[in-house]
Nanobody, 121 residues
């Protein structure tokens, strides 16, 4: 499966932004999808995951209540709606697809190219 992430940009603290991740190819392999993020000099951290069949979700504590992951199965696209953004949310955001809902990046075999989010204070 191929993943194409988009929607990043520059936003002020307190603002909102929505990321998109479009899946193509063997889309049946993208039933479980997730967002991770990586800030400069830091490890890749889990943000949110979703099972596209059924809609089960999982969130990192740091984004719970502010971010929402959702899916449009007709478009094979997963979204990450980000509200109340903070400078600490600044990172490159990656979407990933794998066989299970997990917070471990090692469980995901397919990755998008990343999209940069910068939150200014």
């Amino acid at each position: 499966v191929q993943l194409q992430a988009s929607g990043g940009g520059l936003v002020q603290a307190g603002g909102s932004l929505r990321l998109s991740c479009a899946a193509s190819g063997h889309t049946l392999r993208s039933d479980r999808m997730a967002w991770f993020r990586q800030a400069p000099g830091k490890e890749r951290d889990f943000v949110a995951a979703i099972r596209r069949t059924g809609g089960s979700t999982l969130y990192a504590n740091s984004v719970k209540g502010r971010f929402t992951i959702s899916t449009d199965n007709a478009k094979n696209t997963v979204y990450l709606q980000m509200n109340s953004l903070k400078p600490a949310d600044t990172a490159v955001y990656y979407c990933a697809a794998g066989p299970s809902i997990s917070s471990d990046p090692a469980d995901f075999g397919s990755w998008g190219q990343g999209t940069q989010l910068t939150v200014s204070s």
